[in-house]
């Protein structure tokens, strides 16, 4: 980074103009030399002659920063960024901000440098990467908060009743969620999580009404929590039981037009019993919802046929065609950039 400030000032990029003092080029120059303690006293100088200098303010608070000292660097980079307009130098600014900011536990003041980082910089993978940390840290720190101010409460035990679940202990889990129903029944969303984990668990005899009268109690607390009706529309779906499920999937859409997976569902128990012209509608609002997703429009596709809408079929069959070469792609993607080549052969041949 400082190798690309150096060059970016030498050619003008970062705000160097042939007015700037001596004092302001030393001050930079010996910066971008990794000299960060020695740039210190020559840009204080100059910034207490021009105040209103952001240039000096930038690169006083990161030579500051660099140099251990967050506690004068950190204003600095607050009161400057702002008016810096190159991108690189706002870069190195926000990354040494995020670290001081984190350091002081100034939590708020992190999430604006992060801001700035994910604007300017969205896709890029180390600024990913640091505002992946940043979140992961903040999380713990404030569960950390939590579970010493407040250690007997029910969020306590509905913390860990979530990390419970995240590491695939359902019982464990869900003993921990009767703990919080058993503080504050009243507490919505937890039935919903309970039913969850129940059909996360091998399948039995009772796994479908155990689940369905969670969600039905969950609906009783929450009218409105769309996943609970999705869920029981699955559930319903799975049992064959069609006007349930074409229910419970409707009431899902209505409460979250943007539940995609709402209206692929309704689509097809639509399709199931036989009303094909009324599942393209909500097979049609999936599709534009997820358009890279193959299945709403392999339904779709179904829909158009089964309806006499051959030219129509077989443009979306040729648009399932597309997302699903395009999500094989990307899951290969992935799996290289994770696993490698190797581990994706070692992958298939298991």
């Known amino acids: 980074m400082r190798a690309f400030l150096l060059f970016a000032a030498l050619t003008g990029m970062v705000a160097q103009t042939p007015n700037q003092s001596a004092l302001l080029q030393q001050g930079i120059k010996l910066y971008e030399e990794g000299k960060v303690r020695e740039a210190i006293e020559p ?16 690169y006083l608070g990161l030579s500051f920063a660099e140099a251990g000292f967050c506690q ?32 002081a536990n100034q939590q708020d003041d992190a999430l604006d440098f992060v801001r700035i980082l994910r604007k300017d910089f969205p896709k890029d993978p180390e ?10 840290d903040l999380s713990l720190r404030v569960s950390q908060e939590l579970i010493f101010s407040a250690p007997g409460s029910y969020q306590v035990h509905q913390l860990n009743a979530e990390a419970l679940e995240t590491q695939g202990k359902w019982d464990e889990a869900a003993a921990e969620y009767r703990v919080v129903l058993q503080q504050n029944p009243k507490v919505v969303g937890i039935h919903f999580r309970i039913a969850r984990l129940i059909l996360s668990k091998p399948k039995t005899d009772s796994t479908f009404g155990d689940a369905k009268k969670e969600l039905d109690e969950e609906l009783r607390l929450n009218p409105g929590n769309a996943g609970a009706e999705y869920v029981l529309g699955e559930i319903s779906r799975q049992s064959d039981d069609w006007p349930a499920a074409i229910e419970h999937f409707s009431k899902a859409a209505l409460l979250d037009s943007s539940f995609a997976d709402a209206y692929t569902g309704l689509g097809r128990a639509l399709i199931q019993v036989d009303k094909p012209a009324e599942a393209i509608r909500p097979l049609q609002e999936a599709t534009r ?62």
């Open 127 to 136: 600024v990913l990467y640091l505002t992946t940390h940043v979140f992961s």
């Open 72 to 103: 004068d660097g950190e204003p600095l980079l607050k009161k400057s960024i702002g008016r810096i307009t190159n991108k690189e130098m706002r870069r190195a600014m926000a990354e040494s901000g995020v670290r001081c900011a984190m350091g």
């Open 43 to 58: 840009l204080r100088r100059e910034l207490k002659t021009n105040p209103s200098s952001f240039t000096a303010q930038g």
């Open 289 to 350: 919802l997820q358009p890279d997703n193959p299945a709403p429009h392999f339904h779709l596709a179904v829909a158009y046929r089964r309806a006499g809408r051959v030219a129509d079929a077989d443009k979306e069959s040729q648009m399932f065609k597309q997302a699903s070469e395009h999500a094989d792609a990307n899951r290969r993607a992935v799996e290289n950039g994770v696993l490698g080549p190797q581990g994706i052969d070692a992958k298939e041949q298991r």
